[in-house]
């Protein structure tokens, strides 16, 4: 369990600064207006994020698979929860930058879901010569 943590780590880090490199570009070519001044926090928020339901969802995962499905959605519903009190707490508290924010956080919670989703769905992925003939 602790090796495939520490690839994820790995794995999303560097993703992370792929992230990060792109929006650099962006923000060079693109008009300022575009990018809120919370964009690099929100790199990191969504990393902490990230990395906190991928542990939890890794140690339900050697348990029933029932037990893995169940903590998922828990988890799924506590993030989206979060997301959605900094949305409405920043919007409510910075509405000049309300637009630019949730471009940003949309885009950045796109790229991060399907980044762990893809990497949950390679880990309980069943390898055919296991399965069953029916």
Same mark, same amino acid.
């Given at each position: 369990?602790?090796?495939?943590?520490?690839?994820?780590?790995?794995?999303?880090?560097?993703?992370?600064?792929?992230?990060?490199?792109?929006?650099?570009?962006?923000?060079?070519?693109?008009?300022?207006?575009?990018?809120?001044?919370?964009?690099?926090?929100?790199?990191?928020?969504?990393?902490?994020?990230?990395?906190?339901?991928?542990?939890?969802?890794?140690?339900?995962?050697?348990?029933?698979? !029932?037990?893995?499905?169940?903590?998922?959605?828990?988890?799924?519903?506590?993030?989206?929860?979060?997301?959605?009190?900094?949305?409405?707490?920043?919007?409510?508290?910075?509405?000049?930058?309300?637009?630019?924010?949730?471009?940003?956080?949309?885009?950045?919670?796109?790229?991060?879901?399907?980044?762990?989703?893809?990497?949950?769905?390679?880990?309980?992925?069943?390898?055919?010569?296991?399965?069953?003939? !029916?």
């Amino acid at each position: 369990m602790k090796s495939v943590f520490l690839k994820f780590l790995k794995h999303i880090v560097i993703f992370t600064i792929i992230l990060m490199t792109i929006t650099l570009g962006l923000f060079l070519l693109l008009p300022r207006i575009w990018f809120s001044p919370t964009l690099p926090f929100q790199f990191f928020f969504f990393l902490g994020i990230t990395l906190l339901s991928f542990h939890i969802l890794l140690k339900s995962l050697h348990q029933r698979f !029932s037990r893995f499905v169940n903590v998922f959605l828990i988890t799924t519903v506590i993030k989206l929860a979060l997301y959605i009190m900094v949305i409405i707490g920043y919007v409510y508290w910075n509405r000049l930058d309300a637009l630019a924010f949730l471009i940003s956080f949309f885009i950045l919670y796109l790229c991060y879901t399907i980044f762990e989703v893809v990497r949950l769905v390679t880990l309980t992925k069943v390898p055919p010569e296991t399965k069953r003939e !029916s």
